[in-house]
């Protein structure tokens, strides 16, 4: 499951203000409105995610929340609706287990052997960001214990017995002020037995520290800081209880040729004057390795852009591509021959004025401003 970052999906920088963040929302819900497309099903997901993504955002306790959690942080209260969820807390039990600890809180108990969730930072060049891949990682956890298979014991038999700290209850209580708190049994970690034989590789928790290589399916699209989950596949839980859960993060290699912005690709073309001037063509190699053909217009400037549609980064979870942008830098020669720069000159004698009219305007403005 790919969640795409609220912040890349409106197109804005984490540090955005209000007044940014409801620029972009109302470009883009415009842009992919779906009564703009004919009802079409892909634009009317992307409508809906955008609504999210500026539903969370716009909020400043809902967007701490998602800059310290992620999506994470509105998955138990229902898009951060519980009243709780902005506190850091997911019901009104979470507060009493903030304070007394697994005082009247059974999922505490219940989550107590679940393996902790893992993080893999994953980096990908620009060419398998655009096509998807399948990466084998190696990732280095807590995992199922070979010797055992996870049952914390050598016998295959029964090997447990009742938790003398707690009975078999799996809760032991204290004193505490006025209150008689209620809380997991340290011992026994709320199961209320104990293993008799441990396993001499686990000790008894039916896990044990090990490298372990697995395949992940990257999907097209994938931008900087895209988080992947696979469930299941984080540090395993104590004898037989949940994993946890992996999630990828995605970075990006430097291009040499491409600056990405979104679907966007984006490359510097140095063209030289002569070519700015008569007009020319430009041939840039496609990130999915066909050429693309550019037509540069004469009297072309530096920093104007030219701009051919479909040849960007593909759209993640989604159809189609970006677009392909050449940015023209024009090169001034540094080094002329006799005869180039006799050329040159006689261009120079015959100038009238015309041939660059913003330098004449600029200037024309400076005689009047010093003449004023």
Same mark, same amino acid.
């Given at each position: 499951?790919?969640?795409?970052?609220?912040?890349?999906?409106?197109?804005?920088?984490?540090?955005?203000?209000?007044?940014?963040?409801?620029?972009?929302?109302?470009?883009?819900?415009?842009?992919?409105?779906?009564?703009?497309?004919?009802?079409?099903?892909?634009?009317?997901?992307?409508?809906?995610?955008?609504?999210?993504?500026?539903?969370?955002?716009?909020?400043?306790?809902?967007?701490?929340?998602?800059?310290?959690?992620?999506?994470?942080?509105?998955?138990?209260?229902?898009?951060?609706?519980?009243?709780?969820?902005?506190?850091?807390?997911?019901?009104?039990?979470?507060?009493?287990?903030?304070?007394?600890?697994?005082?009247?809180?059974?999922?505490?108990?219940?989550?107590?052997?679940?393996?902790?969730?893992?993080?893999?930072?994953?980096?990908?060049?620009?060419?398998?960001?655009?096509?998807?891949?399948?990466?084998?990682?190696?990732?280095?956890?807590?995992?199922?214990?070979?010797?055992?298979?996870?049952?914390?014991?050598?016998?295959?038999?029964?090997?447990?017995?009742?938790?003398?700290?707690?009975?078999?209850?799996?809760?032991?209580?204290?004193?505490?002020?006025?209150?008689?708190?209620?809380?997991?049994?340290?011992?026994?970690?709320?199961?209320?037995?104990?293993?008799?034989?441990?396993?001499?590789?686990?000790?008894?928790?039916?896990?044990?520290?090990?490298?372990?290589?697995?395949?992940? =399916? /990257? *999907? +097209? $699209?994938?931008?900087? @800081?895209?988080?992947? %989950?696979?469930? &299941?596949? #984080?540090?395993?839980?104590?004898? !037989?209880?949940?994993?946890?859960?992996?999630?990828?993060?995605?970075?990006?290699?430097?291009?040499?040729?491409?600056?990405?912005?979104?679907?966007?690709?984006?490359?510097?073309?140095?063209?030289?004057?002569?070519?700015?001037?008569?007009?020319?063509?430009?041939?840039?190699?496609?990130?999915?390795?066909?050429?693309?053909?550019? =037509? /540069? *217009? +004469? $009297?072309?400037?530096? @920093?104007?852009?030219? %701009?051919?549609? &479909?040849? #960007?980064?593909?759209?993640?979870? !989604?159809?189609?591509?970006?677009?392909?942008?050449?940015?023209?830098?024009?090169?001034?020669?540094?080094?002329?021959?006799?005869?180039?720069?006799?050329?040159?000159?006689?261009?120079?004698?015959?100038?009238?004025?015309?041939?660059?009219?913003?330098?004449?305007?600029?200037?024309?403005?400076?005689?009047?401003?010093?003449?004023?």
């Amino acid at each position: 499951m790919v969640e795409q970052d609220y912040y890349e999906l409106l197109g804005i920088a984490r540090g955005a203000d209000d007044a940014a963040i409801k620029a972009a929302y109302r470009r883009l819900a415009k842009e992919h409105h779906p009564d703009r497309h004919n009802g079409c099903s892909d634009k009317e997901a992307q409508f809906k995610a955008i609504n999210e993504a500026y539903d969370i955002l716009k909020d400043p306790q809902k967007r701490a929340a998602y800059d310290r959690f992620g999506r994470a942080a509105f998955q138990n209260g229902g898009g951060g609706q519980d009243p709780f969820g902005d506190a850091g807390f997911n019901g009104f039990s979470d507060i009493f287990s903030t304070i007394f600890g697994e005082f009247m809180d059974p999922r505490a108990q219940q989550n107590a052997g679940r393996g902790a969730d893992l993080r893999y930072d994953l980096e990908l060049s620009l060419e398998e960001a655009f096509a998807g891949i399948e990466k084998t990682i190696a990732v280095e956890a807590m995992a199922t214990c070979e010797k055992c298979q996870g049952r914390g014991c050598n016998s295959l038999d029964r090997c447990t017995s009742t938790c003398k700290t707690c009975g078999g209850m799996g809760k032991v209580r204290a004193q505490q002020g006025f209150f008689v708190v209620e809380r997991g049994c340290p011992s026994c970690r709320g199961a209320g037995e104990v293993i008799t034989d441990p396993c001499a590789n686990c000790h008894g928790e039916g896990r044990a520290h090990g490298q372990r290589k697995m395949s992940v =399916k /990257i *999907p +097209a $699209g994938v931008d900087e @800081g895209t988080r992947i %989950r696979v469930a &299941g596949e #984080g540090e395993a839980g104590v004898r !037989g209880a949940a994993n946890g859960d992996l999630y990828l993060f995605v970075h990006m290699m430097r291009h040499p040729i491409y600056a990405r912005e979104g679907t966007t690709l984006i490359a510097d073309c140095p063209v030289s004057f002569t070519t700015a001037a008569l007009g020319g063509t430009i041939s840039l190699p496609g990130i999915d390795g066909k050429p693309v053909e550019m =037509k /540069i *217009p +004469a $009297g072309i400037q530096s @920093g104007e852009q030219l %701009r051919h549609r &479909g040849s #960007g980064m593909s759209v993640l979870n !989604g159809r189609g591509r970006g677009d392909l942008v050449a940015r023209i830098l024009v090169e001034t020669p540094s080094r002329m021959n006799a005869k180039q720069k006799k050329l040159l000159e006689e261009f120079r004698a015959t100038e009238t004025g015309d041939e660059c009219p913003a330098s004449k305007s600029f200037f024309a403005r400076a005689r009047d401003f010093l003449g004023s």
